[in-house]
C-alpha cells in the first residue's frame, strides 16, 4: 500500500466507471482523492459513500478548476507527489506501478507523464493528429521533448505545484502545467501506459477548447498581456 503519493481524479459525470476505478485503487493506494466538478449524474452519491476524500464544485468549472482544487490539497497536506487519472475509466490503475517505480529510481524528475502508444492504438485519427500536433508545440515552448504533452495520468511532484501559479480552468491547465513548470527548471520524463478506448465520446469540445489552448499559449508568451492579468476564464 502507497501511503506517500496520493491519486487525484477529476470528475464530471462519470458514474458509469468511477465506483470500479475506486475500488481498485483501493489495493494500491491509501490517499484518493476525488473532485466533483459539479456532476449531474449519481456520480456525487456513488464517491461521497466510498470512502476517499471527495471535494466538491457546486456546478462545473472545468476541469482545470478541479484539478487546481485538488493540488490546493495537496499543498495543504504537504503530500509529496499527487498522481493524476481521469475518471472515464480509460486509465488502467495497473499502471501506477510504472509511476511508482520511476519516481523512486529518479528522483530528479518532478514530473512523470504517462505516454501511450498512439499509432498502434484504436484511438481516433483526428485525436492522434491533435496529440501528436500538440506534443511538438508543447515540448518547443517548454524546451523539452514531451511525447505525449496531452496524457492526463500524471505523477507531479508537489514542489511543482507550490511554484507555479495556474491561470486556466479546462482542459488547456494541462498544458500550462507543462509549459510553467518548465520554465522554472523542472525535469519532466514520460513511462508508458495503456489507454482504453472504447467508442467514447470526448468531453473536450474541438473549437471552443482550442480557442482556449491558443489563448494560453499568447498570453504565456506576451509578457505585456501577463501584467495586465487578461482573464483566460471565459
Excluded at 4 to 20: D, M, Q, R, S
Excluded at 106 to 112: A, D, E, H, T
Amino acid at each position: 500500500m502507497e501511503e506517500k503519493i496520493a491519486v487525484l481524479i477529476p470528475v464530471h459525470n462519470e458514474e458509469k466507471n468511477i465506483t470500479y476505478i475506486i475500488e481498485k485503487l483501493k489495493k494500491k493506494i491509501k490517499t484518493i482523492i476525488v473532485i466533483d466538478d459539479g456532476s449531474t449524474d449519481n456520480t456525487f452519491h456513488i464517491i461521497k459513500n466510498s470512502g476517499v476524500i471527495v471535494l466538491r464544485h457546486e456546478t462545473c468549472k472545468g476541469k482545470g478548476e478541479a484539478l487546481k482544487t485538488g493540488f490546493k490539497y495537496i499543498v495543504a497536506e504537504k503530500i509529496p507527489a499527487v498522481i493524476t487519472m481521469d475518471g472515464d475509466g480509460q486509465h488502467k490503475v495497473e499502471d501506477i506501478e510504472n509511476f511508482l517505480l520511476a519516481y523512486r529510481k529518479k528522483p530528479k524528475v518532478s514530473i512523470w507523464i504517462g505516454k501511450r502508444k498512439i499509432f498502434s492504438t484504436n484511438m481516433p485519427f483526428l485525436r492522434k493528429v491533435t496529440n501528436i500536433s500538440m506534443s511538438l508545440l508543447i515540448s518547443f515552448l517548454a524546451g523539452q521533448f514531451i511525447p505525449d504533452s496531452q496524457s492526463g495520468f500524471r505523477l507531479i511532484k508537489r514542489e511543482v505545484l507550490e511554484k507555479i501559479n495556474l491561470i486556466t480552468s479546462h482542459f488547456e491547465t494541462e498544458s500550462e502545467i507543462l509549459i510553467k513548470s518548465s520554465w522554472k527548471g523542472f525535469k519532466i520524463s514520460s513511462v508508458p501506459i495503456v489507454t482504453v478506448y472504447e467508442g467514447e465520446k470526448s468531453k473536450i469540445n474541438s473549437v471552443s477548447d482550442t480557442l482556449r489552448f491558443f489563448k494560453m499559449i499568447i498570453f504565456l508568451c506576451c509578457p505585456l498581456l501577463r501584467k495586465i492579468k487578461w482573464n483566460l476564464k471565459n
